[in-house]
């Protein structure tokens, strides 16, 4: 059983850098594959970036050397550190864990999820 909450969102102009954080709670934190979503407005949330418990990371095609996932598991945290960033990147972006072995790039395959943080990039 995890909890978990995003942090570091906002405005951001065209090219600009965030840090996004997912703060876990539980015990077995280091078990779980850590993914983040995005949804914008008006369309399906979609995959970003995984790094699953050995360590081992897949990324979307558009953010592709843009963004980079990493954990510190003795913070129980994850983190999604986005540059270059574009006005197509504007979305709520969550945090997810998945207990089951796989990589997985669906959002159907994760079992906990964060409230979301905003991102918006401006032109």
């Known amino acids: 059983q995890v909890q978990l909450v995003e942090s570091g969102g906002g405005l951001v102009q065209a090219g600009g850098s965030l840090r996004l954080s997912c703060a876990a709670s539980g015990r077995t934190f280091s078990r779980y594959d850590m993914g983040w979503f995005r949804q914008a407005p008006g369309k399906e949330r979609e995959f970003v970036a995984v790094?699953?418990?050995?360590?081992?990371?897949y990324y979307e095609d558009s953010v592709k050397g843009r963004f980079t996932i990493s954990r510190d598991n003795a913070k129980n945290t994850v983190y999604l550190q986005m540059n270059s960033l574009k006005p197509e990147d504007t979305a709520v972006y969550y945090c997810?864990?998945?207990?089951?072995?796989?990589?997985?790039?669906?959002?159907?395959?994760?079992?906990?999820w964060g409230q979301g943080t905003q991102v918006t990039v401006s032109s």
């Open positions: 790094v699953n418990r050995n360590g081992n990371t």
């Open positions: 997810a864990a998945r207990w089951t072995y796989g990589i997985s790039t669906h959002a159907k395959g994760y079992d906990y």
